[in-house]
């Protein structure tokens, strides 16, 4: 196992604990989890809303991480005070509590609604073999086991 160097650490979190706020589209998830099983090895966080475990980028991978049996993914924490969201979309008005709203209450936005801008400098890698995160046993930290007891929008299809 392998974590790059970095001044964001990268935390091991079950993926059932993570909430979607948008749809994500089949395809590229699958074709995503081929080539990650293929690799064996898991290379991107999945960059994570730490107050409310909310995925601001990385849908495909959680799908691919939920699909794969995986007990335990990598996450790179972050907040909305130092990431930017933005909408893709005309049709849809997009802000940090909107996506919160949506994303406690299972209330999806469409695929690649949203859009995070991600600090260049959180450019954060990562090799764990995907058979440790299959078998991890539970942590002893917080967000990895936390008091979010809801499952709205958590690891479906």
Known sequence: MAISQQKWPIVLIDPHRLRRH?????????????VILAAGIWTTPIVVEWEDLIVMDGHHRL?????????HVPCLM?????????TRRADFVVTP????KRARTGALYPPKTTRHHIPA???AACAIDLDLLRVMPALNYSLA????????GRCAG
Do not use: K
């Open 121 to 123: 400098e959180w450019n």
């Open 145 to 152: 086991n936390g008091p979010h007891r809801d499952v709205d």
């Open 63 to 71: 799908s691919v991480a939920c699909a794969a049996g995986l007990s």
């Open 22 to 34: 948008e749809e994500h589209v089949s395809a590229h998830a699958d074709a995503l989890r081929n």
């Open 78 to 86: 972050a907040d909305y005070r130092t990431v930017r969201v933005e």
């Open 97 to 100: 509590d909107d996506i919160r």
